[in-house]
């Protein structure tokens, strides 16, 4: 539960450098409320001493109840025909209308769930989610100041964190991290109408995920009469397979990171020349 000595850390600071602007406190609440999910799964691992927290349906359920929350607070709060269109490279937008309200607490729920697989090696949830931040706080700075303060703060906390937590790692981010970062950045994203940038952005939580449920699907594709199948890769998400392969952890990272840098230039310079 190593988020819990960051991510309060962050969303002062951003509370304080944005004058409490209402997105920033909104943004805000919607992080701790993720991360407090995150906590209470850390806490009963610890409290166990296993590998069980909470069940995954409560997990989810409390994902989906706060998300409808921050969905209810942009319905009353947000111009309702900006908000509804996403806007796409070249000046196009999509119209979605009242179903962009699904679209939207999917997000915010795939994108916390997808941070959350990332965590599993020292430092790559902490330094991809830093970078994803930095790009798309560089990119709302001229219309959303308050959330590109957000970003910078969330960004240089995870920075912060990664620097006096690096490989060894002594304390692990944990749900409570990995589940606020990824609620922070879903959320920012809707706030700003950045949709097609935070996909961007999230290259790496989208594979990593994909291999989790091309892992699942083809064991349960392939199960024989003796209840086991056959697996796609050595382990999932991506980065243990690729451990298992003969990477290092820092090896792991460093592709990571870098592939990381390549997509926020990537969004960064599809987006604003948009």
């Given at each position: 539960m190593g988020g819990i000595f960051f991510v309060p850390v962050a969303l002062v600071a951003a509370l304080f450098w944005s004058n409490f602007a209402y997105e920033v406190l909104a943004v805000s609440v919607l992080t701790l409320s993720y991360g407090f999910i995150g906590w209470i799964d850390d806490w009963q691992v610890l409290r166990r001493k296993s590998n069980k927290g909470i069940s995954p349906r409560l997990k989810l359920a409390l994902q989906i109840a706060f998300a409808v929350v921050f969905c209810i607070w942009m319905i009353f709060s947000q111009p309702h025909n900006i908000i509804t269109s996403i806007a796409l490279p070249l000046s196009f937008s999509l119209p979605l209308g009242i179903f962009f309200w699904p679209l939207a607490g999917f997000v915010l729920v795939a994108e916390s769930n997808?941070?959350?697989?990332?965590?599993?090696?020292?430092?790559?949830?902490?330094?991809?989610?830093?970078?994803?931040?930095?790009a798309l706080g560089a990119l709302i700075a001229p219309t959303s100041p308050g959330l590109m303060v957000f970003c910078a703060c969330l960004s240089g906390s995870c920075l912060g964190f990664l620097a006096h937590n690096r490989n060894p790692a002594r304390v692990f981010m944990g749900d409570t991290g990995s589940l606020a970062l990824g609620g922070a950045l879903a959320a920012v994203g809707l706030l700003t109408n950045s949709l097609v940038a935070l996909f961007i952005l999230s290259g790496i939580f989208f594979i990593e995920t994909l291999s989790v449920m091309a892992q699942v699907s083809y064991y349960k594709a392939t199960k024989g009469p003796d209840g086991k199948g056959k697996r796609l890769f050595?382990?999932?998400?991506?980065?243990?397979?690729?451990?298992?392969?003969?990477w290092s952890e820092l090896q792991v990272v460093a592709v990571f990171y870098t592939i990381s840098a390549i997509l926020a230039a990537l969004s960064l310079a599809l987006c604003q020349s948009s």
């Open positions: 997808a941070t959350n697989l990332t965590d599993g090696i020292d430092g790559l949830a902490a330094g991809t989610v830093a970078i994803a931040l930095l050595k382990m999932a998400p991506l980065h243990h397979h690729l451990e298992l392969s003969g």
